[in-house]
C-alpha cells in the first residue's frame, strides 16, 4: 500500500514537476477503475481505493498465483478432505432424499399418462408445475450438498450442515 504521497509544491524543481508528468501509467488487473490515470497523483489515488474495489475479504477479486501445500501442515489436524469421513448414516439420509425425490418425480410421470391429463388442461398444467418443483428441487439440493460435503472444514461442521440442508429440504412436500 502506498504510504507515503509526495507532493509538488511552488518552489519544486520543473524538471521533477516534469519527469513525474511524463511518466505513463498503465494498469492491468480484472478490477475496474473509475478512469484511467493520467498523473502520478491520480495513479496514487486510485491505487489507495483497489483495497475497497476488491471487497470482503477479497470476495470482488481473482487470485492469480496458486500455492500448493499440505493441509495438515498448513492447519494441523481439524481440517481434512472430508469426503470420506462421512458417516455411514449421513450418506444414508442423503441417498433417501434423492429416493424420495426419484418417486415424486415417477408419481407426476404416472399422473401425466393418466387419461384425465388428456382432458383437463388445468390438471396437466399443475403436474407439469410440480415436476419443474420437484426437478428445482432436486437441483437445489445437489448444489447445497456439493459445496457443503467438498468444503475443506473440519467433519462436524459439515455434518451439522447437511443435517440442516436434509431437515431443510423434508420441509417440501413429498
Known sequence: MVKYLPKAS?????DDR???NDVKFTYHGDIPLD???TSFEEAINIYKTLPSK???????CVPMTVWLYSLDKLAGKTLTLNRPRLDLTVVNQIQERFESIEVLRMKCNDLEVRPTCEYDESYRQKIVEMKTIVDKSERDLKSRLSITVTAVTPIDVIKRDVGDILKEFEKVPN
Do not use: D, Q, V
Request: aromatic share 6%; net charge positive; proline share 6%.
Open 10 to 14: 511552488a518552489a519544486s524543481n520543473t
Open 18 to 20: 516534469k519527469l513525474l
Open 35 to 37: 478512469c484511467e490515470p
Open 54 to 60: 476488491i471487497g470482503y475479504k477479497g470476495r470482488n
